[in-house]
């Protein structure tokens, strides 16, 4: 089958674009693998998928699937590149696009400067909406987020690490470190994406705050392990240490492929807002083996 796709990334978390809003591909968990694929594909961390409106009230529906092929419920950077995917391909005139995901309604605003911000939704953080299973733990309170531990069993050293679960719609397993480059985030990463007590996986993001208003971010994604941003990560590092007392209200995100800036006011029905580039890399067409 051959198909054709639209190249983006978003800090340097990078995505194949495809169009959906005429015909369905129709593509498996396997195609969605090879795509991503850096050696037989394009190279993705995530597959996107450009869909029409399934209700009144939004304008599209985005489909999100990982590397590993499953699909996902979330993706920040791929929301920012979803919204100037379809303005600039002319699919819609609206600057502000009301986009359906798997986990809800968001609202991305596209920028003069190429920017775009998008509402993210509320945070979730009961452990049992992550889903994190907190049964025979005992938390630690710092500010007003618990922080919970985390046996790293597999580890050579048996760690115990101490975590916020905070779900952005898809989950996050956030650790604070006094070093973000040295912090073993491939190692423990992994560990966390599979541990037991995260039902649905999850991304597992590191943490070194540089002031209040500025954080180094690292990211183990699930599905696609480190990239080199992660825009929901971002949002939950954020909650997570505005909740421990630790950050403002407008939090500079460093990540390894470039800035985000958060902003969450801290209640529990406030959303949190993302601004980050969006950038189209290149455009092409492959063919996908239809055996898989
Ligand atoms: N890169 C993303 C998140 C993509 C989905 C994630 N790996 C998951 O499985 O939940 C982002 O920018 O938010």
């Given at each position: 089958?051959?198909?054709r796709f639209t190249k983006m990334q978003g800090a340097g978390n990078d995505f194949v674009v495809l169009d959906?809003?005429?015909?369905?591909?129709?593509?498996?968990?396997?195609?969605?693998?090879?795509l991503a694929?850096?050696?037989?594909?394009v190279g993705a961390d995530q597959i996107l998928t450009v869909?029409?409106?399934?209700?009144?009230?939004?304008?599209?529906?985005y489909?999100i699937?990982?590397?590993?092929?499953?699909?996902?419920?979330?993706c920040g950077n791929g929301a920012r590149c979803f919204a100037r995917y379809v303005h600039d391909k002319?699919l819609?005139?609206?600057?502000?696009?009301?986009?359906?995901?798997?986990?809800?309604?968001?609202?991305p605003?596209l920028?003069?400067?190429g920017r775009v911000?998008?509402?993210?939704?509320?945070?979730?953080?009961?452990?049992?909406?992550?889903?994190?299973?907190?049964?025979?733990?005992?938390?630690?309170?710092?500010?007003?987020?618990?922080?919970?531990?985390?046996?790293?069993?597999?580890?050579?050293?048996?760690?115990?690490?101490?975590?916020?679960?905070?779900?952005?719609?898809?989950?996050?397993?956030?650790?604070?470190?006094?070093?973000?480059?040295?912090?073993?985030?491939?190692?423990?990463?992994?560990?966390?994406?599979?541990?037991?007590?995260?039902?649905?996986?999850?991304?597992?993001?590191?943490?070194?705050?540089?002031?209040?208003?500025?954080?180094?971010?690292?990211?183990?994604?699930?599905?696609?392990?480190?990239t080199l941003a992660?825009g929901?990560?971002?949002?939950?590092?954020?909650?997570?240490?505005?909740?421990?007392?630790?950050?403002?209200?407008?939090?500079?995100?460093?990540?390894?492929g470039g800035?985000?800036?958060?902003?969450?006011?801290?209640?529990?029905?406030?959303?949190?807002?993302?601004?980050g580039p969006a950038e189209f890399v290149f455009e092409g067409?492959?063919?996908?083996?239809?055996?898989?």
């Open positions: 089958m051959q198909i959906e809003t005429r015909a369905r591909l129709g593509l498996t968990a396997a195609q969605y693998r090879y694929n850096r050696h037989f594909g869909r029409p409106a399934p209700s009144e009230g939004v304008d599209f529906e489909v699937h990982n590397a590993d092929g499953g699909e996902v419920e979330q002319g819609t005139g609206k600057r502000v696009i009301r986009v359906q995901t798997l986990s809800g309604v968001i609202a605003e920028h003069a400067d911000t998008v509402d993210m939704g509320r945070p979730e953080l009961e452990p049992a909406k992550v889903p994190f299973d907190i049964r025979g733990l005992a938390p630690e309170a710092l500010g007003t987020t618990q922080k919970w531990p985390l046996a790293l069993d597999g580890s050579a050293s048996a760690a115990t690490v101490w975590i916020a679960p905070v779900s952005m719609g898809n989950p996050h397993a956030v650790q604070l470190v006094d070093d973000v480059e040295q912090a073993p985030v491939a190692a423990w990463g992994s560990l966390i994406e599979r541990h037991t007590r995260f039902p649905q996986r999850v991304n597992a993001g590191f943490m070194q705050v540089v002031n209040r208003g500025e954080i180094r971010l690292r990211v183990y994604e699930r599905g696609a392990g480190e992660c929901t990560g971002a949002c939950a590092a954020v909650v997570a240490g505005i909740g421990w007392g630790l950050l403002d209200a407008r939090v500079h995100v460093h990540t390894h800035l985000l800036t958060i902003e969450w006011a801290g209640g529990a029905g406030d959303s949190v807002r993302m601004t067409q492959i063919e996908i083996p239809d055996t898989l």
